[in-house]
């Protein structure tokens, strides 16, 4: 936590929409504690503090704490509001306010540069604090309670010793050292695939896989288009043994954020180490059709493709069973 010298904090800029609550104001807020949670549905650390948030409002909010989610974008795709409010049902984000930051202008107001950050606002709107990155309770909740009594109220109860438990950790999994990056695959993130041949943006490329894999590197195989934000596999494409590729060296958990280029609906199949996955490794949108491991894709979300109790390196290979599919990111857990 940074407490940085207070200034007057900006008011939410060109918010398009906002979901459970009428739309709100700095200014209209004054005589409350604020913290904003500046968040996107596609940033696995933003999911992770969706539960501290929620238990912050909940035991504080009698208090006079207002937590407000303000969703910026990471992808284009995060700026749809019908995809916003998917992600809202998703996480089960009903009760606490949600401003749809759409254009990221309040993202930037607050000067930030990263997903997520929390800004603390007193009760005379002056920013007081500052938080970036993940935090849990530990994290929050001394300043939550010193800015509410500045602000003349009192709570009673005690801190919490843990972290509220939710199913959002279990799905998405916690990270840990030594645990495989998150690797964004668009031309705007990543210099190169770890094929022996360089692709061309904005183009279909036919890529060849030798078979080798680097750790932690991805590969393509098949015909494929590398945008600025993902890689679409070719409209009308029929190669059955298309792939996204990655050797990955521990994770608990695997996710693909993962969407279609036509706003249809898709589908993936799944090997690890070239094999389907067992009912035990289901991720959570994973499932199994006869012996063979699949996902379905309704909308561009992070999808959790597998899970195992202890980490683990593999190989995973993401195929294409639909010509609508479009890969963005590889996320671990």
Same mark, same amino acid.
């Given at each position: 936590?940074?407490?940085?010298?207070?200034?007057?904090?900006?008011?939410?800029?060109?918010?398009?929409?906002?979901?459970?609550?009428?739309?709100?104001?700095?200014?209209?807020?004054?005589?409350?504690?604020?913290?904003?949670?500046?968040?996107?549905?596609?940033?696995?650390?933003?999911?992770?503090?969706?539960?501290?948030?929620?238990?912050?409002?909940?035991?504080?909010?009698?208090?006079?704490?207002?937590?407000?989610?303000?969703?910026?974008?990471?992808?284009?795709?995060?700026?749809?509001?019908?995809?916003?409010?998917?992600?809202?049902?998703?996480?089960?984000?009903?009760?606490?306010?949600?401003?749809?930051?759409?254009?990221?202008?309040?993202?930037?107001?607050?000067?930030?540069?990263?997903?997520?950050?929390?800004?603390?606002?007193?009760?005379?709107?002056?920013?007081?604090?500052?938080?970036?990155?993940?935090?849990?309770?530990?994290?929050?909740?001394?300043?939550?309670?010193?800015?509410?009594?500045?602000?003349?109220?009192?709570?009673? /109860?005690?801190? /919490?010793?843990?972290?509220?438990?939710?199913?959002?950790?279990?799905?998405?999994?916690?990270?840990?050292?030594?645990?495989?990056? /998150?690797?964004?695959?668009?031309?705007?993130?990543?210099?190169?695939?770890?094929?022996?041949?360089?692709?061309?943006?904005?183009?279909?490329?036919?890529?060849?896989?030798?078979?080798?894999?680097?750790?932690?590197?991805?590969?393509?195989?098949?015909?494929?288009?590398?945008?600025?934000?993902?890689?679409?596999?070719?409209?009308?494409?029929?190669?059955?043994?298309?792939?996204?590729?990655?050797?990955?060296?521990?994770?608990?958990?695997?996710?693909?954020?993962?969407?279609?280029?036509?706003?249809?609906?898709?589908?993936?199949?799944?090997?690890?180490?070239?094999?389907?996955?067992?009912?035990?490794?289901?991720?959570?949108?994973?499932?199994?059709?006869?012996?063979?491991?699949?996902?379905?894709?309704?909308?561009?979300?992070?999808?959790?493709?597998?899970?195992?109790?202890?980490?683990?390196?593999?190989?995973?290979?993401?195929?294409?069973?639909?010509?609508?599919?479009?890969?963005?990111?590889?996320?671990?857990?």
């Amino acid at each position: 936590m940074e407490l940085i010298p207070a200034i007057p904090a900006p008011e939410f800029k060109e918010i398009t929409d906002w979901a459970n609550s009428q739309p709100l104001s700095i200014n209209a807020l004054k005589g409350k504690v604020v913290l904003i949670d500046c968040w996107t549905y596609t940033c696995i650390f933003c999911l992770r503090t969706i539960p501290t948030m929620r238990r912050l409002q909940q035991k504080y909010g009698k208090y006079g704490l207002q937590v407000v989610q303000a969703h910026s974008a990471e992808y284009h795709f995060a700026t749809d509001h019908a995809n916003i409010r998917r992600a809202l049902s998703r996480y089960n984000i009903t009760d606490v306010p949600v401003a749809f930051d759409t254009n990221n202008k309040t993202w930037e107001a607050y000067g930030n540069m990263y997903w997520p950050k929390h800004i603390f606002v007193d009760h005379n709107g002056f920013i007081r604090y500052e938080h970036a990155g993940y935090g849990g309770m530990e994290d929050f909740e001394d300043v939550v309670v010193e800015l509410l009594q500045e602000a003349g109220n009192k709570p009673v /109860e005690g801190k /919490e010793q843990e972290d509220p438990k939710d199913e959002i950790y279990d799905i998405y999994g916690m990270h840990f050292y030594g645990m495989a990056p /998150e690797i964004c695959v668009g031309y705007s993130r990543l210099r190169r695939f770890g094929n022996n041949q360089t692709l061309k943006p904005d183009a279909v490329n036919v890529v060849i896989d030798s078979g080798l894999h680097d750790v932690n590197v991805v590969y393509l195989r098949g015909s494929w288009i590398w945008q600025r934000e993902g890689v679409q596999y070719r409209p009308g494409g029929k190669d059955q043994n298309a792939a996204v590729i990655i050797r990955y060296n521990a994770a608990k958990r695997v996710h693909s954020i993962i969407g279609t280029s036509d706003g249809k609906p898709g589908k993936i199949e799944i090997k690890l180490d070239g094999n389907h996955l067992t009912r035990d490794q289901l991720g959570r949108d994973a499932k199994l059709e006869g012996d063979i491991s699949v996902a379905s894709i309704e909308w561009p979300f992070m999808h959790n493709l597998v899970r195992t109790d202890k980490p683990e390196a593999r190989e995973i290979e993401i195929i294409p069973r639909s010509d609508n599919f479009v890969f963005y990111t590889f996320v671990f857990g």
